[in-house]
């Protein structure tokens, strides 16, 4: 995959730079994990109007390992330290793939330190875009399960491809549980009663049902995802950001809270059910059952 910047993004702006793509040294594993050397996402920083953008970039499906997450993270915090970013915009480089959720790699019989830093990862990852100072937009153009649903309910307004994509938190079909923070960050975007029966059936909904529900704001044809966002954008940049800062703080405090008091207590839960056999099993057949592509939306 080319590491070249998407032309729609930087057309027509004068002063557009690439932030450089983050790396990280990666702890030892005897796993071969050799896409380390490779950039998991593009980030450029639009100097006039404030707005940044970060693609992911780990073909094929953009699934979250450390080094993608942690990729996230280093950009994050680059721009987060950046006064004049206003706005970001998250959003892949796979046409038709936003991101497939965790990667599985990560989960199937991890080695338990791995897995710990695997996992504060995502937890620092989520904090970080739930409690992000910036105007926040997902543009996803593609299927978006699981983790990859996760990423996109942090941002503040949601725009999404039509098309055979899906999109929702499907846990439960391997046999998981999302966590509570998970949980919380559906319920907060679509409510109780809907975020109940998604989470219990593990629904992967169409982009109408999407829209219909409340989990995406926008649902347009693929080539105008980008288009529309950054329009979008623009109406979140003509508040004045102190006070649309503190609204959001306010509206995201009291989730952010509870997972601070209970982010260790989260990784130990995680780290039980995972190193569990039953759980390994359940997450065998998932991974067969993937193979045979029997996923369907609702
Ligand atoms: C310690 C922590 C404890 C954590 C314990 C607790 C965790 C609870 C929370 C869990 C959160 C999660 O995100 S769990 C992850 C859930 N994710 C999913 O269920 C998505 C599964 N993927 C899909 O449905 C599909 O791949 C989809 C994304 C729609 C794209 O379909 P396509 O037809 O375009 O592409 P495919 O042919 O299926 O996929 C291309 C290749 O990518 C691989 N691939 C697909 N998804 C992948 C994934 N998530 N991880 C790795 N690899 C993946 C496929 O196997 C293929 O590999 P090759 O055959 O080699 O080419």
Redesign the pocket.
């Known amino acids: 995959m080319a590491l070249s910047f998407n032309p729609r993004l930087v057309r027509g702006v004068s002063r557009c730079h690439a932030i450089v793509t983050a790396k990280m040294a990666l702890a030892a594993s005897c796993r071969d994990f050799s896409a380390a050397e490779k950039s998991t996402v593009i980030v450029n920083l639009n100097d006039n109007t404030g707005v940044a953008t970060i693609q992911l970039n780990r073909p094929?499906?953009n699934?979250?390992n450390l080094q993608l997450l942690t990729d996230i993270k280093i950009a994050l915090d680059k721009l987060q330290m950046k006064k004049d970013c206003r706005g970001m915009i998250l959003t892949s480089s796979s046409p038709?793939?936003f991101c497939?959720?965790?990667?599985?790699?990560?989960?199937h019989n991890?080695q338990e330190g791995r897995?710990?830093e695997?996992?504060r990862s995502?937890q620092e990852v989520w904090k970080m875009l739930y409690g992000s100072r910036l105007a926040t937009i997902a543009a996803i153009n593609?299927?978006s399960?699981?983790?990859?649903c996760?990423l996109s309910l942090t941002c503040d307004y949601r725009v999404m491809a039509q098309g055979k994509f899906?999109i929702g938190?499907?846990?439960t079909?391997?046999g998981?549980?999302?966590?509570f923070w998970?949980q919380d960050t559906m319920t907060n975007t679509i409510g109780h009663r809907e975020a109940e029966k998604a989470l219990q059936l593990g629904l992967l909904y169409s982009g109408e049902n999407a829209l219909n529900v409340g989990l995406i704001d926008e649902l347009v044809p693929p080539e105008k995802v980008m288009q529309t966002a950054q329009v979008q954008m623009q109406t979140w940049l003509k508040i004045p950001d102190l006070a649309r800062r503190l609204t959001k703080e306010q509206m995201r405090g009291p989730t952010l809270q509870k997972f601070v008091q209970r982010q260790n207590e989260d990784v130990d839960q995680?780290?039980k059910?995972?190193m569990d056999s039953a759980?390994q099993r359940s997450l065998g057949i998932?991974?067969n059952t993937?193979?045979h592509?029997q996923?369907t939306s609702v």
């Not at 497939?100 to 989960?107: K, Q, V």
């Open positions: 094929p499906v699934s979250l038709g793939i497939a959720g965790l990667d599985f790699m990560e989960m991890p897995a710990r695997f996992w995502l593609g299927h399960p699981a983790g990859g996760l899906m938190l499907n846990e079909l391997l998981m549980v999302a966590p998970f995680i780290m059910f995972i759980t998932y991974l993937l193979k592509k996923l």
